[in-house]
Structure formats: C-alpha cells, structure tokens
C-alpha cells in the first residue's frame, strides 16, 4: 500500500489579512454610543471584593513553620512520623464519611 503526502500548502493568504480583519473590527466598533460601555457593579461584588481582601490578610498558612520545614528537609533531618500520619488520615477520613451523612 503506498501513502500519498495528501496535504497541500496554503496559498493566498498573507500575514496581512490577519491585520486587515483587526482594522475592520476596529473601524465597526467607533460606532457605539458611550452609554453602552457602562459598567455597573453589584452590592454582592463590592462585598466579594471585600471578603477577599479580609482572606488574604488573615494567612492560613504559617509561613515560618513551612520556611522550618523545608529547612529540615533540606538539611535531611526532617523526620515523618508514620503512626501520626495514618492517625491524622483516619481523622480526615472520618470527618469527610460524617459530612456525606449530614448531606444525604
């Protein structure tokens, strides 16, 4: 069975006609009015805006615990405790089964 090169190259278009479309668009927009690029935002966004700066000053993450461990690990002295991990996956697990009970 022979394969034949079935593709065949492009031709007649130019890197400028992705400019001439663009210039187009442009000359078709100068024609809206002011009143329609308003924008008005929501009593919920202002409140969102303002619940995210409130999250982000409050940090979840203890920075100076995290820059102590990667230190240890860096340094080869960072030890996982296996009996806390399982422990702690247990908790985790455990929690999630209750909160599919509270749901259902």
């Keep these: ?9 492009i031709t007649g278009v130019s890197v ?3 400019q001439r479309r663009v210039e187009k668009v442009k000359d078709t927009d100068t ?9 008005h935002i929501s009593p919920q966004s202002s409140q969102l805006q303002h619940a995210e700066s409130s ?6 993450v203890d920075t100076a615990r995290v820059q102590e461990i990667k230190q240890a690990i860096n340094d080869g ?3 996982v405790n296996p009996e806390v991990v399982a422990d702690r996956l247990l908790e985790t697990v455990k929690e999630l089964i209750d909160s599919k009970k509270g749901n259902v």
């Design 77 to 79: 002295s960072f030890r």
């Design 55 to 60: 999250a982000s000053s409050n940090s979840v």
């Design 16 to 18: 400028n006609d992705g």
């Design 31 to 39: 024609s809206q009015s002011p009143a329609e690029n308003n924008v």
């Design 1 to 9: 069975m022979k394969v034949e090169n079935s593709t065949q190259p």
